[in-house]
T-cell receptor, first 113, second 116 residues
Framework: AQSVSQHNHHVILSEAASLELGCNYSYGGTVNLFWYVQYPGQHLQLLLKYFSGDPLVKGIKGFEAEFIKSKFSFNLRKPSVQWSDTAEYFCAVKTSSASKIIFGSGTRLSIRP | DTGVSQDPRHKITKRGQNVTFRCDPISEHNRLYWYRQTLGQGPEFLTYFQNEAQLEKSRLLSDRFSAERPKGSFSTLEIQRTEQGDSAMYLC??????????????FGPGTRLLVL
């Protein structure tokens, strides 16, 4: 069965620090990849997505993610975080043969002002 | 585009009672999904509809759960004889049907259920 692993449950950073959140998936075929963000008290919002083409994907609010097929990874990055980036981040995978999205367990990001 | 809406936002019920949640998808989105999210976990797929047809159900969806989308617009999720283990956030998402499977799901705010 397909699965998504997010390595860090809780990450604490200071403002202006660089961020990288790990995500690995298990599926050998074609995938669509997503990062969703859930700010405190708000619903899940799409941060960025990868379908095909350039493996480096840019999303909203300065986030980007890189798809490395050989490593089955889709890590999320931001060069300089802000206090407003405090949220929970979910990596998700959709295979070409299914309609459902499979989510990782999430990474809670806390930013010290 | 007013987004996906869900009602109610919160529900507290006693064990054994039935509850029903409603989801209104984004207008003209013909695919609608239900997910469940428990504390510390990501959303887990429950079921999805293409228009009014329920095309897939997860093994998580026991026979106490039923979902409908009678006219291909809004959907309801009913839980009968609720159990404390049903306490969770129930999320709805919608997407237009896109060829080549390049679809993006847009989520509603969820209904938080607490079973006492």
């Amino acid at each position: 069965a397909q699965s998504v692993s997010q390595h860090n449950h809780h990450v604490i950073l200071s403002e202006a620090a660089s961020l990288e959140l790990g995500c690995n998936y298990s599926y050998g075929g074609t995938v669509n990849l997503f990062w969703y963000v859930q700010y405190p008290g708000q619903h899940l919002q799409l941060l960025l997505k990868y379908f095909s083409g350039d493996p480096l994907v840019k999303g909203i609010k300065g986030f980007e993610a890189e798809f490395i097929k050989s490593k089955f990874s889709f890590n999320l990055r931001k060069p300089s975080v802000q206090w407003s980036d405090t949220a929970e981040y979910f990596c998700a995978v959709k295979t070409s043969s299914a309609s459902k999205i499979i989510f990782g367990s999430g990474t809670r990001l806390s930013i010290r002002p | 585009d007013t987004g996906v809406s869900q009602d109610p936002r919160h529900k507290i019920t006693k064990r054994g009672q039935n509850v029903t949640f409603r989801c209104d998808p984004i207008s003209e989105h013909n695919r609608l999904y239900w997910y469940r999210q428990t504390l510390g976990q990501g959303p887990e797929f429950l079921t999805y509809f293409q228009n009014e047809a329920q095309l897939e159900k997860s093994r998580l969806l026991s026979d106490r759960f039923s979902a409908e989308r009678p006219k291909g617009s809004f959907s309801t999720l009913e839980i009968q004889r609720t159990e404390q283990g049903d306490s969770a956030m129930y999320l709805c998402a919608s997407t237009p049907s896109v060829t080549g499977a390049r679809e993006t799901q847009y989520f509603g705010p969820g209904t938080r259920l607490l079973v006492l």
